[in-house]
């Protein structure tokens, strides 16, 4: 064991393929379990379903309820959740006008002041690499 654990010590490509396969490994291993559980799961949902609609009156009366609890539960979030959206909507709707008139005016100052602001021709030739530039320097 000592061996195996100083060879790969020694040799960090040999631990770094090591670890990768491993890593696969787990990762189908786990990939296969989930298909399976989510199998078995709608599995249970389609019997589950199934005994509902073909003895519907003679399903336990605390399912029932609990059924239509949840059903009563999803529509009041599903409800609020409409509400909030429209309350969002309504707010960016507001919003929106004058916040990109105030970009707009940004980018049109900016603008301004670009066109304001040009380097003066004499600034030019000092610079390295520009025509008229009186010494070489190769």
């Known amino acids: 064991m000592n061996s195996i654990i100083d060879y790969l010590i020694t040799h960090q490509f040999t631990a770094g393929v ?35 609609f073909k003895e519907s009156g003679r399903m336990p009366r605390s399912i029932q309820e609990a ?3 949840a059903k009563e539960e999803t529509r009041t979030v599903v409800e609020k959740g409409r509400g909030t959206y429209d309350g969002v ?7 929106r006008k004058p916040v990109t008139d105030y970009i707009d005016k940004i980018t049109e100052q900016d ?6 602001k ?6 030019q030739s000092n610079q390295p690499g520009i025509k008229g530039e009186s010494e070489s320097r190769y």
């Open 111 to 116: 603008k301004e002041a670009a066109k304001k």
């Open 118 to 123: 040009k380097p003066a021709p004499s600034d």
């Open 67 to 69: 059924l239509h609890k």
């Open 89 to 95: 909507m309504s707010i960016f709707e507001k919003r």
């Open 18 to 52: 090591c670890i990768f396969v491993a890593i696969l490994i787990i990762y189908f291993l786990f990939k296969k379990l989930i298909k399976l559980a989510l199998f078995f799961i709608l599995v249970i949902i389609i019997l589950t379903g199934y005994a509902y």
